[in-house]
């Protein structure tokens, strides 16, 4: 909702700016939560998990949702699957019960003549809490069963209770905190900070945005009198939280262009008709959406600017091919190109790919893992310092400090959101490092690789800092994926489906996720499937066990005999997600499935249907819930990778889109990448114009926004060069 900043409350952050309040003040939002009562031990652990350290914090731990207390309804008029608030006496006294570590408190609930029944789990304290004949109001789910109602964990307050207010916030928990808890912790600092907060936009964006005041939207969030001043400081609160990560990545790719010369690779006339040749001698024709996407690759690397490219591309799009005409163009030029993959296993992947691909080139492709041996490991970083190995693909293992480069010309991460930002500008800064003395330091081109489907709005957050080329075209021929749910009771059925396409000579993958075994849980781990595979359902056929638990011999071990058609049932852990190519394996079956992410799915998925034959995906789940469920029915009528990431984005959220936090920027607090996306745009739109009038943000209008990116994202960009 947009409505006139006049209209708004007095901006009391109008005048301050980070850095600007008083010391005192400033101390305010650094205090450590353990400062306020009854903070300590457990509870502080508890909020740590929660990412709450200091007071702000605290401020900034935003509701999640909003629990709407103003409109009671009777006994009578409640509703099954609602949540509703209602006013009802304690008809009994509560009886506890405990079974192991659960306890259950219960008792009825009356207005006469209607009663409902309530329960609570865990929390035997309540007991003291409700009075027999006490009215009170209650808040929470309800659930019919037959014709008696009843509501689990029902929030009340004593009916006297002055100021009960309508709109109650509900804050993100974790185990052992209560919404009671951070209530009062919030309320405790709310009114030592709201006063003193900075104002880290600049006043023409919150003019043009009719955007409310900082002190407004920041206490207003967690009090508000109604649902239109929830929707504008929410609004506000939002713009700001994506103003200033963009406005960070921004900076960084500015700084980048700005502060450093790469090396330009241009071929000559020989070159050139080496690389026509390497073209020509390739098993495949490149795609329409590979040559366009090699062209603007091309372009980068001829100047001196480095190039800072994000190449997307859904599963077997060619991306490879691009990499490898990349570096042979780089090596071409005499400089040395990397490839950096997250796995040994995809290390290893892409060494043979590159290798047999740039057979008759000249040029050798060599590797460099954690376990690489010793001896091997030194003969290579000497063959690196020296010059003489051209082409390297690795591990992490290539941004270790004992890793030094003759020319560095060209830096390539593969999925790199499972490396994040600080490792991406760590390897793209080898060059300069490494530089002879004597000679121009040169920052290598950059390619960022990434086969998992991004939308839009997340990789602007993810790769904001980079020019982006999409392949958006999957080679000929290639037959799309059959993809079922099913469930337990369909495992005969499915295993006698794994044994005839294993006796139609194809392979196939059975996906778990987890390694092993553990309590409190029925998810199927790698171990036990695998053993009940082997030993009870298939002791006839050969299958392998492939998980990250594995030293790298074991797991190269059993790759190899998977692709050399020895394993023809792979049991495995996600490590198979991305970079395993076996042309020959046509079905997969995912345990659990429910566990896992759309995007994820869709990789995984995308491990089969690479061969001419009939490929099959089978979702295995007895998950109830309906959003699951949804999610895994939306992945068997997708096949394109950018519909499934967006409807991921959707149901899930940015904050476990990769369920991972390596990309290495901070977690979205309150926006939503998927409701949100057209503040994004208006962000985006609103950082063009702060380009043009003052592109290093020096002027004294912009430098409040400088310092709040510094103070909220600190330690995210502070690492990255800003």
Request: with cysteine; net charge neutral.
């Amino acid at each position: 909702m947009n409505q006139p900043a006049e209209a708004n409350p007095k901006d009391h952050g109008a005048s301050s700016a980070v850095g600007i309040c008083p010391p005192a003040q400033s101390d305010l939002f650094k205090r450590p939560v353990t400062d306020l009562p009854g903070v300590a031990g457990r509870r502080a652990a508890m909020l740590h998990k929660l990412g709450i350290e200091t007071w702000f914090d605290l401020l900034c731990c935003f509701p999640r949702d909003f629990e709407d207390w103003s409109s009671q309804t009777s006994l009578a008029g409640l509703q099954d699957g609602q949540d509703q608030a209602f006013i009802a006496r304690v008809a009994r006294k509560p009886s506890l019960t405990r079974k192991g570590r659960l306890s259950i408190l219960r008792t009825v609930l009356r207005a006469d003549p209607e009663a409902i029944s309530a329960i609570w789990f865990n929390q035997p304290y309540l007991a003291d809490r409700l009075t027999v004949d006490n009215w009170y109001r209650f808040y929470g789910r309800i659930r019919r069963d037959s014709r008696s109602f009843s509501v689990q964990n029902p929030a009340f307050e004593p009916l006297d209770k002055t100021d009960p207010g309508d709109l109650k916030p509900v804050y993100p928990l974790t185990e052992g905190l209560s919404q009671g808890v951070i209530r009062q912790l919030i309320q405790t600092v709310l009114p030592q900070l709201i006063g003193c907060l900075p104002e880290p936009l600049p006043a023409w964006i919150r003019r043009d945005q009719h955007l409310c005041a900082v002190d407004y939207a920041y206490s207003r969030i967690h009090h508000p009198a109604n649902r239109e001043e929830i929707e504008l400081c929410r609004e506000r609160l939002v713009f700001e939280e994506l103003f200033l990560m963009q406005t960070g990545l921004y900076l960084l790719r500015r700084r980048r262009k700005q502060a450093v010369v790469g090396v330009p690779l241009c071929l000559g006339a020989a070159e050139m008709q080496q690389m026509d040749r390497f073209t020509a001698k390739l098993p495949f024709r490149l795609t329409d959406a590979q040559q366009r996407v090699w062209s603007e690759i091309q372009s980068d690397l001829q100047t001196e600017q480095p190039m800072s490219r994000l190449l997307q591309g859904d599963v077997g799009s060619g991306k490879t091919v691009v990499a490898a005409l990349a570096m042979l163009q780089c090596a071409l030029c005499g400089s040395q190109a990397v490839l950096m993959a997250p796995t040994a296993i995809l290390a290893r992947q892409h060494f043979q790919t590159l290798n047999r691909l740039l057979t008759g080139t000249g040029f050798t492709v060599a590797l460099l893992t954690g376990a690489t041996p010793l001896h091997e490991r030194k003969i290579l970083l000497a063959g690196l310092a020296d010059g003489e190995i051209k082409l390297l693909v690795g591990t992490h293992a290539l941004i270790e400090d004992q890793v030094r480069f003759a020319g560095l010309a060209l830096a390539i991460t593969d999925e790199q959101h499972r490396f994040g930002v600080r490792q991406r500008i760590r390897l793209g800064s080898a060059a300069a490092e490494d530089a002879p003395s004597g000679q121009p330091a040169g920052e290598p081109h950059v390619l960022v690789m990434s086969a998992t489907p991004i939308p839009r709005s997340l990789a602007l957050i993810l790769y904001g800092d980079l020019d982006l080329s999409i392949i958006d075209q999957l080679p000929a021929g290639r037959r799309p994926i059959e993809t079922y749910t099913a469930a337990d009771a369909d495992r005969a059925r499915i295993e006698r489906l794994m044994r005839r396409f294993v006796q139609e000579g194809r392979q196939v993958y059975v996906v778990c996720p987890m390694i092993e075994e553990q309590s409190k849980t029925d998810l199927e781990s790698a171990i036990k499937t695998f053993n009940r595979l082997s030993q009870e359902v298939f002791p006839d056929l050969h299958l392998g066990l492939l998980h990250g638990s594995l030293k790298q011999k074991a797991k190269d071990l059993v790759m190899d005999e998977f692709m050399a058609g020895t394993v023809q049932i792979l049991v495995s852990t996600t490590v198979i997600e991305v970079g395993v190519d076996n042309p020959n394996a046509a079905l997969m079956v995912i345990e659990n499935a429910e566990r896992f992410g759309l995007a994820q799915l869709h990789q995984l998925r995308g491990r089969i249907g690479r061969g001419e034959y009939r490929s099959v995906c089978v979702l295995l789940s007895d998950a109830e819930d309906e959003r699951a469920r949804e999610r895994l029915r939306t992945l068997c009528h997708a096949a394109d990778g950018l519909t499934v990431a967006e409807k991921d984005l959707e149901l899930r959220g940015p904050g476990d889109f990769f369920g991972t936090r390596q990309h290495g920027l901070p977690a979205l607090r309150i926006a939503n990448l998927y409701r949100d996306s057209l503040i994004l745009k208006r962000v985006q739109n609103c950082l063009l114009q702060l380009a043009e009038r003052d592109p290093d943000l020096r002027l004294p209008e912009h430098q409040a926004a400088r310092r709040a990116l510094l103070a909220r994202f600190g330690e995210a960009f502070a690492n990255i060069g800003l």
